[in-house]
């Protein structure tokens, strides 16, 4: 997480969305420091940060969940290990599990589809006042800048990129398998404009207990380590 107290921002660093980057471009350009942990959800920090953000603009970064699940297949399959806190995330070591069964995408797909998008951080972007889209990451990091009183922000470095082929999820799967990845994303994609088609009741009603129950599971990790 970054923090840029001049400037009255904080910006939520959501895995797997051009994050590390922008926290570097944050750094270097507009007065952020690193605070708390990388990963950390604006619900923590407001927990441990208290009134140190109060007035703060809250930035958020997000990622077409469709593509993310394919990153992170080959992020996986290159070695990436996943250090979020939680359990089940440090139970099922993606990257062990790919190179141990050789995993191909829609087998990576079987076993991880209900990984979207940082679920404890669909809860930041709730309470987002500017989101950042992975897709348009450049020209948002501009409109950011002059949000921030810089008539000609600096343009964000390219970092941290999987190595990956281009792959179109839809082609890639069953249609099976799609259908299932539609109804688990569905909720999530529909909430923040990556589809027009609204999730069922009760499709709708499973994401939010995921939701809150993988909140609950990250507060419970963490009060383990005893951070």
């Known amino acids: 997480m970054i923090l840029g107290?001049?400037?009255?921002?904080?910006?939520?660093?959501?895995?797997?969305?051009?994050?590390?980057?922008?926290?570097?471009?944050?750094?270097?350009?507009?007065?952020?420091?690193?605070?708390?942990?990388?990963h950390a959800t604006i619900i923590e920090a407001r927990h441990r940060l208290g009134r140190e953000l109060?007035?703060?603009?809250v930035i958020v970064s997000i990622r077409d969940t469709y593509d993310q699940l394919i990153s992170s297949y080959y992020k996986a399959h290159h070695g990436?290990?996943?250090?979020?806190?939680?359990?089940?995330?440090?139970?099922?070591?993606?990257?062990?599990?790919?190179?141990?069964?050789?995993a191909s995408l829609p087998e990576f797909v079987d076993r991880f589809a209900r990984r979207i998008l940082a679920p404890v951080h669909a809860l930041s972007l709730r309470r987002a006042d500017i989101v950042l889209r992975r897709e348009s990451l450049g020209a948002d990091v501009a409109e950011l800048g002059h949000v921030l009183g810089d008539a000609?922000?600096?343009?964000?470095?390219?970092?941290?990129?999987?190595?990956?082929?281009?792959?179109?999820?839809?082609?890639?799967?069953?249609?099976?398998?799609?259908?299932?990845?539609?109804?688990?994303?569905?909720?999530?994609?529909?909430?923040?404009?990556y589809t027009e088609v609204p999730p069922s009741a009760t499709d709708r009603a499973a994401y939010e207990t995921l939701l809150h129950l993988k909140h609950a599971e990250r507060r419970l990790a963490r009060w383990l380590k005893g951070s």
Do not use: I
């Open 5 to 38: 107290r001049d400037l009255r921002y904080v910006f939520v660093q959501v895995p797997q969305t051009g994050s590390t980057a922008v926290g570097s471009w944050l750094c270097d350009h507009y007065g952020g420091e690193p605070v708390l942990e990388k």
């Open 54 to 57: 109060d007035g703060c603009v």
């Open 80 to 102: 990436y290990h996943n250090a979020s806190a939680g359990f089940r995330a440090l139970r099922h070591d993606r990257s062990r599990w790919v190179s141990e069964h050789d």
């Open 152 to 193: 000609r922000p600096p343009v964000l470095p390219r970092r941290n990129a999987t190595r990956r082929p281009t792959v179109v999820l839809e082609h890639a799967l069953s249609a099976d398998q799609m259908h299932r990845v539609e109804r688990l994303h569905r909720p999530f994609r529909y909430e923040f404009g």
